[in-house]
């Protein structure tokens, strides 16, 4: 019979050609804890500058004052 795992007897041999006995990598370094406290900070100074800088004003209301300043037809003296 087949086994149920597709394996063919040659399981332990692959297995040992891609252990690795040499010594397990350093840790990473923690960052520390200030670190997030600026993200943190960094994006709520962005959020509050963004909610209260003015809005720009829509294109027709620009246009409005400098037509109404200088009918057309009237000659300006």
């Known amino acids: 019979m087949s086994d149920s795992h597709g394996h063919d007897g040659h399981e332990h041999d692959?297995?040992?050609?891609?252990?690795?006995h040499g010594p397990p990598p350093p840790a990473e370094p923690d960052s520390p804890a200030w670190?997030?406290?600026v993200g943190i900070a960094f994006f709520v100074a962005l959020g509050i500058?963004?909610?209260l800088r003015p809005s720009d004003p829509p294109p027709d209301a620009a246009a409005a004052p400098a037509s109404?300043?200088?009918p057309v037809g009237k000659p300006a003296h």
Do not use: T
């Open 14 to 20: 692959e297995h040992d050609a891609h252990d690795h």
């Open 35 to 37: 670190l997030p406290v």
């Open 49 to 51: 500058w963004y909610g």
């Open 68 to 70: 109404e300043a200088a």
